[in-house]
């Protein structure tokens, strides 16, 4: 039994996506395969809040845990389907990976440069955007039933949607002017300047003045007042029609200076810009530590894992990292126990192979 796929993902021989993933989790191992493995899981479904499933559409119901079955035992169950192209529709059937969806929502289309092939994220956005629409879904729904006294509900949620929808008004746009937007780098469409510019010391910093009064504050402290008045960059629309010219003109100004003299430089003059960060600078950057960003949690493997914090900033009721991630089955037992087995059931259910423990 190998158990999720993030198991396998190692860098230097440890499980690195899975002890950031699964962390304050715990594992129950059940043979879904045991001709008992479908009546077990019924029992741990009566006071369960969410049920979680990211199956190929159709699984639940073959297995016998259609939604309505799940509701049937819990009525106030939110099950939450995540799959790669819905529930419903013609590709529902399709297999679907996050590099696919951002393939297919025109996401990497729009990234990249326009001389070059388009380019896929170099990490799970649409996992990460289906997270956290999921998440967001689930407590929506589950507000439902402890505010309102409302029933459960099923959400359908495919990798597909939160990315199409995190794009914003291409489509619109498209629309209006039957124009596909060409790849730009790191420029925008946006007036600018916009883009990410080489440093004296061969590194980057990333400008963003995409406000009227910010590019014309940027461009005073390049160029003075006349660069600020000159036609070609006066106004937004001239600024995207002459990028290149003002990229070349940021770009030589920027190059004089260090990353750090840079952003020195432009923060005093009340510009935005910020240093393009490799790994080793973020780790080491104050504002992370001050912000308590990285955080360090014991595990049994590494002695002391480092990872993000806890992203969400509660007053009153702040999370926490409170344990590693578990060992396959680590919570066999202890899972199986609050579920109202005896330790005789349980006993019995190790044994003939349909639940398994850690060892």
Request: charged share 25%; aromatic share 6%.
């Amino acid at each position: 039994v190998k158990g999720d796929t993030l198991r396998g993902w190692r860098a230097e021989g440890v499980e690195t996506s899975w002890k950031i993933h699964a962390r304050n989790k715990k594992s129950l191992c059940i043979d879904f395969r045991h001709e008992g493995a479908m009546d077990l899981i019924r029992r741990l479904i009566p006071g369960a809040a969410i049920f979680i499933e990211s199956f190929r559409p159709g699984s639940l119901e073959t297995m016998g845990l259609a939604p309505d079955e799940l509701q049937r035992i819990e009525p106030k169950l939110v099950v939450a389907r995540i799959s790669g192209w819905g529930q419903t529709g013609p590709y529902s059937h399709r297999l679907g990976f996050g590099s696919l969806v951002e393939g297919f929502s025109g996401f990497a289309e729009m990234n990249g440069y326009a001389d070059r092939a388009p380019l896929l994220p170099p990490m799970g956005l649409a996992d990460a955007l289906t997270g956290l629409t999921g998440a967001f879904a689930c407590m929506t729904a589950l507000r439902e039933v402890e505010i309102n006294g409302g029933k459960g509900q099923v959400i359908d949620l495919a990798l597909l949607d939160p990315i199409v929808n995190a794009l914003g008004p291409q489509a619109a746009n498209y629309r209006l002017s039957g124009k596909k937007r060409e790849r730009m780098g790191s420029r925008s469409h946006l007036p600018g300047p916009r883009n990410v510019y080489r440093t004296s010391d061969d590194g980057w910093v990333c400008m963003s003045a995409s406000t009227q009064a910010m590019a014309e504050r940027a461009m005073r402290v390049v160029g003075g007042d006349e660069l600020a008045e000159d036609p070609r960059f006066k106004e937004p629309a001239a600024r995207v029609a002459n990028g290149d010219e003002l990229d070349r003109i940021v770009g030589a100004f920027v190059a004089q200076r260090t990353v750090d003299e840079n952003v020195r430089f432009f923060e005093q003059a009340e510009v935005t810009i910020g240093p393009v960060n490799d790994i080793d600078r973020l780790m080491r950057n104050e504002h992370v530590h001050a912000r308590g960003l990285l955080a360090d949690y014991p595990d049994p493997d590494t002695g002391q894992f480092p990872t993000h914090a806890v992203t969400a900033r509660l007053s009153e009721t702040p999370g926490s990292i409170r344990a590693p991630a578990p060992r396959l089955g680590q919570h066999t037992r202890q899972v199986l126990s609050r579920a109202g087995l005896t330790d005789k059931q349980i006993e019995a259910a190790i044994a003939s192979g349909l639940a398994r423990e850690s060892t």
